[in-house]
């Protein structure tokens, strides 16, 4: 078995020599180069931590099973988004007043976009 600091390095090495801004790792992969028959959560969380620090990587896991990783450094440019811009003002005045809020509401507003295709901002 490999340490979580190996297993990252080899990680990055993928990343790096795949030349993408954003790739997916299977499970798979991630056993191969961890010379590892399971994957624990602590195992995967301390190697997500690593990518981070040691080498700016986000790794994210997916629904679809494996890993999405992503250049940290390419999200910079990403769009801002703010509450006071996103939010209206019963709601946000609600936020900052500590008075009730409608999670309800949020949720049936973020489940309802869950099928939409937000796109690639490339």
Same mark, same amino acid.
Do not use: P, Q, Y
């Given at each position: 078995m490999r340490n979580v600091n190996e297993t990252a390095?080899?990680? /990055? $090495?993928?990343v790096k020599r795949s030349e993408e801004r954003r790739v997916?790792?299977?499970d798979k992969t991630i056993k191969l180069l961890a010379r590892r028959e399971r994957l624990r959560s602590? !195992?995967?969380?301390?190697? &997500?931590? $690593?990518? /981070? &620090? +040691?080498f700016?990587?986000?790794m994210i896991?997916? +629904?679809?099973?494996? !890993?999405? #990783?992503?250049?940290?450094?390419?999200?910079?440019?990403? @769009? &801002?988004?703010t509450a006071k811009?996103?939010?209206? +003002? @019963?709601?946000?005045?609600? #936020? #900052?007043?500590?008075?009730p809020v409608d999670f309800e509401e949020f949720l049936k507003e973020v489940?309802? +976009? /869950?099928?939409d295709d937000l796109g690639d901002a490339e």
């Open positions: 390095l080899l990680i /990055a $090495v993928l997916r790792v299977s602590a !195992f995967i969380a301390n190697v &997500t931590d $690593v990518l /981070a &620090t +040691d700016g990587l986000c896991e997916l +629904d679809t099973g494996g !890993f999405g #990783i992503v250049h940290a450094k390419s999200l910079e440019g990403a @769009k &801002t988004v811009r996103l939010m209206n +003002d @019963k709601e946000l005045k609600s #936020i #900052i007043h500590g008075r489940n309802g +976009d /869950a099928d």
